[in-house]
């Protein structure tokens, strides 16, 4: 019926009245003219309504459903055989057939505002109103065989290549496909009184006639109160306690920047100071001055994962998109694989993690003689990381309360309202063993498996401090464990090589995503890799290469690096993987990518990077590498909530991509700014505070000691050489390599 009315409607209006007539008439003549055309209308409408009531009162009969669904549905009828605007509003915010279907634009969401504020007044009590809109989102299949374990984006479906019918259907056939994972979408405005099983019988008995399914996702009504839960309650209550302390103590460092005072309370507020720690944020100072390329690598590879974001999320959410035929073309070129095996980015961050823990810990013990004291090494990690993700699991809690839209509620399902329920697997850092689909915020896995690797690490680093043979026999023997275990898990659950090189059925991908992509034995190979790196470091700070190792290393690195990133082209364009293909590349691309990126941050930490490091070493990349952790944990939730809003399908192309990537690099970079000043930079001052307090009792005890048994000058040497090894080590926090 509203495909109907809307054709009237728009043959009304261009065929009704001459078009040339009204533009010479007087004012007579054109009231005379708009006269006509309601008439016309009200004509056109009687009669469609008259052709399709046959088959209307034909399927009543065979449909079930309930008796006031059909009693709002006859006065919906007979409102629009009345021309009343908000029967017509119904079929307005109703979608209609979208532009671009050839081209991949399957879904219409209607006018979702429109649907929820159409009410139906009382004929007869002014204030009463009978029923309202109600939007409710349809998804509907075409028919299809059943979906293969994998297909790529240029193939075609074996029960569909013989097909000899019209030019139209023949081309969709060599889409069907890609609506195993694109399906049909569209927005409905219906009723209030009509339940989602009532239109699921309605919709059940159309598409049967085309061997079709369909069925509702969702249906939403205006909601007049918004309640909020108890726990987003205390989310904003929290937010706003952070403000108020973050603000007590600004004011407190403005006006007491001369008094010096070992008070500890007020230590910790002025801890909240955003005064000094937006100066400490920005500033280039560093006491590892070759350690200075990290912080290039690290930006540099937000970057990437955020351009991949920016093209792998409209794949995600796909009903927000359109011309999405367009994607196998885009996807198959040599470039696109950037984007496509995007996931390489994580790796880099293990890889400088593992490095990190290694050569400061080994540095600290071995070098420096420290007693290695493991719950401190636990505490110190948990200090870093856990305000960060508490405070960005309570921020998830809100999410649903920024925004609405036809796609909003299907968004958040996906995303952040399993946190209701799952957000204790976040907070013990334990999501990554669990399916993907119902995970609560799933970019944290990241943050789970560096928490566990960071503990793993000790098998590894105690040994290497003790004895190198063992130690280095170990690690070794830890990435090879990770090769073989992707290998293995490809093997045994028939897995893709990567997340996004071909469509997975849904269940194969939760499948990967557990076994493979987010599992901590597959991401022990970089993660280990960097720690060998990182005791080479420490142990030959200075290696002098040869000219012809640098060639050969470099060489070797971009090869490594490359091919495993535009290697993947050749099965988009040229033929498909084979198994054996499959199972290599799986167990061993995570490994061969970062041994290039170990060879690259070796040399320049080592001198040996030239042009490169100075590039990595840019004194722009350091304020802004402080914030990669937070941004990488708050742009996939500002851009999901950002498709979420969107209130029409938006294009999928380069240019609108690039220009949101932009937009999502610069507007979550400041939103991390943010969220450093009022949670990372103060928790680690007060992790200073306490940890300092102890480190000072100690020495203390140990310089009295001291100054029993030693003369003046000697007192002197041991203080000296305390401090320079206390402002090292706040050098280190305040580069704040360690909270990623």
Partial sequence: MHLSIGFVIISTLFYGTPVKSIATENKSDVLESWVKLDNTLKGAVQSAIKKLMPMIL??????????QCIQQCLQLVTGLRSLKKWAFSFVDSSAKLSDGILSGTLSSFGEYDQCLETT???????????????????????????????????????????????????????????????????GLCIPSGCTKEDLNNILSYAA?????????????????????HGIQIFAIFSICFLISLVFVGSWMEMHSKNVVTKNLYYRILLSFSAISNFKRLLSTKSSMENFR?????????IMWVVYGHAYLFPGMFALSYRLLFRIPERASAPAAQVIVNGSEAVDVFFFIAGMLVCYFTVQRVKLEKKRFNFPMFVLHRLCRIVPVVYFIILISFLAPMLGSGPAFHEVMQNTFYTCYEQWWRNALFINNFFYSDDMCLKETWYVSCDIQLYLI?????????????????LNSFIILMSIAYTGIMTY?????????????????????FLHSYANVLSRAGPYFIGVFTGYLLVTKPHMKISKKIQVIGWTLATLSSGMIIFATAIWHNVRPASFLEILMYSAVYKVAFTGGIAWVAFCCITGHGGFVNKLLSWKVWMPLSKLVFL????????????????????????????????????????LALVCNLLVESPFLSLEKIVFDSDSEREEKERINDNRIIDVKSEEGKIINGTMEMVTSERGIDNKNFNSC
């Fill in 631 to 670: 941004t990488y944990l708050i742009e996939p939730m500002f851009q999901i909530t950002y498709i979420a809003n969107f209130g029409s399908t938006q294009e999928f192309s380069h240019f609108h991509l690039a220009v949101q990537f932009f937009g999502f690099l610069c507007i979550s970079t400041l």
């Fill in 208 to 228: 049967g006639k085309f061997d079709a399914n369909a069925k509702v996702s969702y249906c939403e009504k205006e909601q007049k109160q918004v309640s909020l």
């Fill in 293 to 301: 390329c990290l912080h290039g690598f690290r930006f540099l590879t």
């Fill in 492 to 512: 045994i659950h028939d897995l893709s090589p990567t997340i996004t090189i071909t469509h997975m059925n849904s269940d194969d991908k939760y499948v990967f």
């Fill in 120 to 186: 139906v007044p009382h004929s007869r009590k002014k204030d009463e109103i009978l029923f309202q809109g109600q939007y409710c989102m349809v998804e509907l299949k075409l028919p299809l065989p059943p979906k293969t374990k994998r297909y790529r984006l240029h193939d075609r479906l074996e029960e569909l290549r013989n097909f000899s019918g019209t030019e139209v259907v023949k081309f969709l056939t060599t889409k069907a496909h890609l609506m195993y994972y694109y399906p049909i979408k569209m």
């Fill in 58 to 67: 034909e399927s009543s009969g065979e449909v079930n459903l309930t008796s």
């Fill in 457 to 473: 690490s000790i098998i590894v680093i105690l040994p290497l401090i003790r004895s190198q043979k063992i130690g280095l026999a």
